[in-house]
């Protein structure tokens, strides 16, 4: 434990550092999203989903602001009070809330045109007063709608603002508290300078009316909605609020604390709001968190204008609240929520209501603030202890079982207990303490990688030391038999094409023609043997084992092949030569080690596999084809479709070997491809049985499909010369190869 006391000294600070941002000493930005990031993703993947039948939302939409149905907003009060007696007269509708505030006087009927003549030019003439008398209850818009207004159950919207130059513009109504309701309490409310209320008149006559102010987070999403905001000492409730009153009948707030045993400056004991019937947990700001039912369409919305016109069945709406606002992006009420980008405001009045009615919110009481704190002293006192005295595997296993243990209990209390408790601060924390003693064991393991790489570092290619160096137990250099795949390429006619060059471009050619083929090959977890000269030699399945070696090699070799294509282009452009490579695969038993001499050795292999497969290298240019795979490789992979090549016998083998060209991955390849290899094996076929007919016939069918096929041609020559020279009738189909 002594040697460690360092180590545990700086994880307790580690630990503080995080425990500090909880307890709201400082504030960690990256902590704060990650937090948001985590709520956001608890929410989405319990939301209940489904459109919730009992909340509509009458959608000021693009559709009723076209002039062929309502026109531009603001509509003429008139039009508004038209649509408030066809709600609750014809429609049936327990209550109409509004998400718009009618903040400025209507005079789109002229009555103050004719007013000011009538107490002007037309002062004295009697027919235009009485006229004007008659005709100013119709024209008085705003009076219109306060008449309708009166003695329905509807509750108008207003906002509060916090400008530098706040306004006070319209009415508002009473506070549903006062000062007193919180005196000698430290409750941080969301305070406010100005507001925007709607004219005296209407709200004289509204049942009620709530703010529409959802608070919005740092980084612009709207998650939570202040239940009670704080103006000039008093306090006024939400919209969605002022709706759950109305419905319920007026009832009282009543602000809900615990135990005065649990309250102190610094902890107010404000955790509820009660309402009647309805119990809203709050947060230490007096909001609640808005309990999105899901994506934006979680309410039935319907067109303003179908109402005005009567396209709307009377059912759709009786015994509905019904809620006003708009969807325009033009009205600009979009928000950003954590169940979308652009989200209507009015929306979320509706998901309040809705949680309000089935008493469904989860709840982040202050109280949560104390218990984040505790379990950050728990997990970070307890892997400060355990974790520098653990081997690294160890280290990693607690590590992820904290995560799993934090993770599981924050789940559990937001399914079980509908408890909101944050996870950044303990995730991070986790990951920090394991990121800083791993750092610190850091300086004793690339001593140790240092020695390993100075003593097998003239044997094993460089890329391999790294990934050998983290366990180097379990890799020895000492000659061994494996079976392994291993790859031959070269450039076709490379000896015209560097006389074609100058020594400058020559060398650059070659630096980007085997950066790009071995690239590919490590890409595919190949070892890079070898360059000689153009030519490239790897090798699958040591020293780090691969169980897919021989497809490793095959997918590597069709890589190359797509990935000349690509280079070709480039250097052709630069004016150089065009270029083909031939590339030989085989998979065999071979010996595998540190090679060489005294003076240097190289980690490499041997044996007749790998000959087969540089011969085979050189056949690919025989037969026209650019990849050609050993019987050993083809009988390995199973997912990749294979073209029979030809039976072989190569220099210094006496056995024959089939030999085969990969197509490409099965199901990927065109159903034209498949045709003219189920041809070309039945012509194949033919051949070896000496039916040269057949055989003749069959390849000018594969010809058709691909008349550039050099293997077509080859195989038609060879059937010319057996019919001048008929070969034995023992003839097993071999070529026999007397070069390389």
């Given at each position: 434990m002594r040697?460690?006391?360092?180590?545990i000294v700086l994880g307790l600070a580690v630990m503080l550092l995080f425990v500090g941002h909880v307890a709201e000493i400082y504030n960690i930005g990256l902590i704060t999203r990650l937090d948001n990031i985590i709520y956001d993703t608890r929410l989405a993947l319990t939301m209940p989903g489904g459109v919730d039948p009992r909340v509509v939302i009458l959608d000021i939409d693009e559709r009723s602001l076209d002039r062929r149905a309502l026109g531009r907003w603001p509509w003429s009060r008139d039009k508004i009070a038209a649509l408030l007696k066809k709600l609750f007269d014809e429609y049936g509708i327990v209550i109409a809330g509004f998400d718009v505030v009618f903040a400025e006087p209507d005079e789109s009927s002229g009555l103050p045109v004719l007013e000011k003549l009538a107490g002007g030019k037309l002062k004295d003439v009697g027919p235009f007063q009485s006229a004007l008398k008659e005709l100013r209850p119709e024209l008085d818009y705003d009076?219109?709608?306060?008449?309708?207004?009166?003695?329905?159950?509807?509750?108008?919207?207003?906002?509060?603002?916090?400008?530098?130059?706040?306004?006070?513009?319209?009415?508002?109504?009473?506070?549903?508290?006062?000062?007193?309701?919180?005196?000698?309490?430290?409750?941080?409310?969301?305070?406010?300078?100005?507001?925007?209320?709607?004219?005296?008149?209407?709200?004289?006559?509204?049942?009620?009316?709530?703010?529409?102010?959802?608070?919005?987070?740092?980084?612009?999403?709207?998650?939570?909605?202040?239940?009670?905001?704080?103006?000039?000492?008093?306090?006024?409730?939400?919209?969605?609020?002022?709706?759950?009153?109305?419905?319920?009948?007026?009832?009282?707030?009543?602000?809900?604390?615990?135990?005065?045993?649990?309250?102190?400056?610094?902890?107010?004991?404000?955790?509820?709001?009660?309402?009647?019937?309805?119990?809203?947990?709050?947060?230490?700001?007096?909001?609640?968190?808005?309990?999105?039912?899901?994506?934006?369409?979680?309410?039935?919305?319907?067109?303003?204008?179908?109402?005005?016109?009567?396209?709307?069945?009377?059912?759709?709406?009786r015994g509905k609240i019904a809620l006003v606002g708009t969807s325009a992006p033009g009205l600009l009420d979009l928000r950003s929520t954590p169940v979308g980008s652009v989200y209507p405001g009015v929306e979320i009045h509706a998901n309040m209501i809705a949680a309000m009615l089935d008493s469904n919110f989860k709840q982040k009481p202050p109280y949560m603030l104390g218990t984040e704190v505790i379990l950050l002293l728990i997990g970070g006192i307890t892997l400060s202890l355990l974790v520098p005295l653990l081997s690294p595997l160890k280290s990693t296993l607690v590590s992820l079982l904290a995560i799993v243990l934090f993770t599981g209990l924050n789940v559990i209390v937001w399914t079980k207990g509908g408890l909101?408790?944050?996870?950044?601060?303990?995730?991070?924390?986790?990951?920090?303490?394991?990121?800083?003693?791993?750092?610190?064991?850091?300086?004793?393991?690339?001593?140790?990688?240092?020695?390993?790489?100075?003593?097998?570092?003239?044997?094993?290619?460089?890329?391999?030391?790294?990934?050998?160096?983290?366990?180097?137990?379990?890799?020895s250099m000492e000659g061994k038999s494996e079976e392994l795949t291993v790859l031959f390429s070269d450039i076709v006619g490379f000896t015209s094409i560097s006389e074609s060059l100058t020594p400058k471009d020559l060398s650059q050619f070659i630096n980007d023609y085997l950066?790009?083929?071995?690239?590919?090959?490590?890409?595919?977890?190949?070892?890079?043997?070898?360059?000689?000269?153009?030519?490239?030699?790897?090798?699958?399945?040591?020293?780090?084992?691969?169980?897919?070696?021989?497809?490793?090699?095959?997918?590597?070799?069709?890589?190359?092949?797509?990935?000349?294509?690509?280079?070709?282009?480039?250097?052709?452009?630069?004016?150089?030569?065009?270029?083909?490579?031939?590339?030989?695969?085989?998979?065999?038993?071979?010996?595998?080690?540190?090679?060489?001499?005294?003076?240097?050795?190289?980690?490499?292999?041997?044996?007749?596999?790998?000959?087969?497969?540089?011969r085979l290298e050189g056949l690919t240019r025989v037969y026209g084809?650019?990849?050609?795979?050993?019987?050993?490789?083809?009988?390995?992979?199973?997912?990749?479709?294979?073209?029979?090549?030809?039976?072989?016998?190569?220099?210094?083998?006496?056995?024959?070997?089939?030999?085969?060209?990969?197509?490409?991955?099965?199901?990927?390849?065109?159903?034209?491809?498949?045709?003219?290899?189920?041809?070309?094996?039945?012509?194949l076929k033919a051949y070896r049985a000496q039916n040269w007919d057949q055989a003749e016939m069959g390849l000018l069918n594969v010809q058709r499909m691909s008349p550039e096929c050099k293997l077509y041609e080859l195989y038609f020559e060879r059937i010319k010369q057996c019919r001048i020279d008929p070969p034995d009738p023992n003839w097993d189909g071999v070529t026999t190869f007397k070069t390389k």
């Open positions: 040697q460690h006391i360092v180590r009076g219109i709608l306060a008449k309708t207004i009166k003695n329905r159950p509807v509750v108008l919207g207003y906002y509060f603002n916090s400008n530098e130059n706040a306004v006070h513009s319209g009415a508002i109504p009473k506070p549903v508290l006062t000062e007193d309701a919180f005196r000698g309490r430290n409750i941080r409310f969301t305070t406010w300078r100005g507001y925007g209320g709607n004219l005296p008149e209407f709200q004289a006559n509204a049942a009620n009316a709530g703010h529409f102010n959802p608070l919005v987070d740092p980084d612009g999403v709207s998650r939570r909605v202040p239940m009670l905001a704080e103006y000039h000492g008093a306090y006024y409730e939400a919209l969605s609020l002022a709706i759950i009153r109305v419905l319920a009948g007026y009832p009282k707030v009543e602000p809900g604390f615990a135990s005065e045993k649990f309250s102190s400056d610094g902890y107010s004991g404000l955790e509820w709001l009660k309402v009647g019937p309805v119990t809203i947990p709050v947060d230490d700001a007096v909001s609640a968190l808005i309990p999105y039912r899901g994506a934006r369409g979680s309410f039935k919305y319907i067109s303003l204008a179908d109402v005005y016109f009567d396209k709307v069945p009377k059912d759709e709406l909101v408790l944050p996870l950044a601060s303990s995730l991070l924390m986790i990951t920090a303490l394991f990121a800083f003693n791993m750092s610190w064991g850091y300086f004793v393991e690339s001593r140790s990688k240092r020695q390993f790489t100075e003593l097998f570092g003239q044997y094993v290619p460089p890329e391999l030391v790294d990934q050998m160096a983290k366990d180097p137990e379990r890799y950066t790009a083929m071995s690239l590919v090959i490590r890409n595919n977890r190949g070892t890079l043997d070898k360059y000689i000269g153009d030519a490239i030699m790897a090798f699958w399945g040591a020293p780090v084992a691969d169980p897919e070696h021989a497809r490793q090699g095959v997918i590597s070799a069709m890589a190359m092949q797509a990935e000349l294509d690509k280079l070709r282009a480039q250097l052709l452009a630069r004016g150089w030569p065009d270029i083909r490579i031939g590339v030989g695969v085989n998979t065999g038993s071979m010996s595998v080690g540190d090679m060489g001499s005294k003076l240097r050795k190289a980690y490499t292999v041997m044996g007749d596999a790998v000959n087969l497969s540089s084809v650019g990849i050609l795979v050993g019987p050993n490789t083809r009988k390995i992979v199973k997912d990749i479709v294979f073209r029979e090549i030809d039976r072989v016998k190569v220099k210094g083998k006496d056995e024959p070997v089939d030999i085969f060209e990969p197509i490409g991955i099965e199901g990927r390849i065109d159903q034209k491809v498949m045709d003219e290899l189920k041809l070309w094996h039945k012509a």
